[in-house]
Nanobody, 121 residues
Framework: QVQLVESGGGLVQPGGSLRLSCAAS????????MGWYRQAPGNKRELVAT???????NYADSVTGRFTISRDNAKNTVYLQMNSLKFEDTAVYYC???????????????WGQGTQVTVSS
């Protein structure tokens, strides 16, 4: 059974920070690259960061230098530290497994409920 539970979102001013957490079931976490995705109103879901089982990370250009993804393999949890937040970071954020190659599709059947991040003054 797949479980993905995101938390940590909220309302923050531009320039502020948030830390998102995602508790994932073991059967998805322990064997996969994990990623954080986001979807803004009217937009497609986009991949923003990935972390491999060994801790290697990759980021979308729009968040490089501001966001940091990490994972705790003992807790089956993946995190997203978001700093210097901008208006355009406003979206619902989701975690899920991530494709091996960034450009590969990620139309997975199951997604969690996500957590809303709103950047507003």
């Amino acid at each position: 059974q797949v479980q993905l539970v995101e938390s940590g979102g909220g309302l923050v001013q531009p320039g502020g920070s948030l830390r998102l957490s995602c508790a994932a079931s073991g059967n998805i976490f322990s064997r996969n690259i994990m990623g954080w995705y986001r979807q803004a109103p009217g937009n497609k879901r986009e991949l923003v960061a990935t972390v491999s089982l060994g801790g290697n990370t990759n980021y979308a250009d729009s968040v490089t230098g501001r966001f940091t993804i990490s994972r705790d393999n003992a807790k089956n949890t993946v995190y997203l530290q978001m700093n210097s937040l901008k208006f355009e970071d406003t979206a619902v954020y989701y975690c899920n497994k991530a494709p091996i190659i960034w450009s590969m599709p990620y139309d997975y059947a199951y997604w969690g409920q996500g957590t809303q991040v709103t950047v507003s003054s």
